[in-house]
C-alpha cells in the first residue's frame, strides 16, 4: 500500500462503509475498489450519476469543482449510468449533448435533476427527455437529435456499455480512477468532507 494509501485509510479509520456492495469478482481494498484496468480510461476520471439519485444530485457541484481543477494530463468524464430506471432514452440523449452540444451538458444534467426528483418527470419516454431538454435550454428537439445520429450515437452507447460492465458500477454516484479504482460516499458513511478528501487523494495516488 502506498504512503498516500496508507494516509486516507488513517483518515477513514472510523468511518463505517455503509454497506457498501461489493461485485462479484471485485476483491475490496480499502478505502476503495480495484478493477483490472479498463483500456482507454488510464487518465480519466469518470463520474457515474442517475437522474433519480438524490446523492449524484447532492455532490454535483463538488464533480463540477473536481472537473474544474482537474490536473491537464487527466479528462473529467459525467457518466449516466445505464439502467431499465432511467431508461435507454436517457443515455441516449445524454450521449447527443455530449458530443454535438457539449456547452449545455451541466445545463442538462441539472435539469434532469430538477425534472425527475421535483417535477416527477420519467426519463424512459421522449416526451419526458424534450421537457428536459427544454429545461436545459439546449437549442433543438433532444429526440429529434437523437434520431438524427442514431447510429453513431448507437455505437456510443455500446461503447459505454461495455466500460460500465468492465469497472463494475452497479450505483451512483461512483468515481471511477484511471480506469481501476472505484470509490462512492458509501465508503465514507456519506461523510461529504472525508468523500472529497478520498477521491482527492486516489487521483493523487494513481499518477
Partial sequence: MTRIASLLAIILLGAPVANAQVPQGMEQLKPYLQVKPVLGDEETVRVFFSP??????AYFQFFKNLQATLPK???FQFTPLVNKADGIQFALSYLAVQKYYPAYLHNFIEAS???VQEKGISTQNWAGIERIGRAAQIPVSLPQLVNS????????L?????T???LKITNTPSVSVAGTYIVTPEFTGGDAALFS???????SMAR
Avoid at 455500446?158 to 461495455?162: H, I
Avoid at 478528501?197 to 487521483?203: A, F, K, R, T, Y
Fill in 52 to 57: 433519480g439519485c438524490q446523492f449524484s444530485r
Fill in 73 to 75: 494530463e487527466k479528462t
Fill in 113 to 115: 435533476f430538477v425534472g
Fill in 149 to 156: 445520429h442514431a447510429d453513431t450515437l448507437k455505437a456510443s
Fill in 158 to 162: 455500446e461503447a459505454l456499455l461495455v
Fill in 164 to 166: 460500465q460492465k468492465s
Fill in 197 to 203: 478528501q478520498l477521491v482527492n487523494g486516489i487521483i
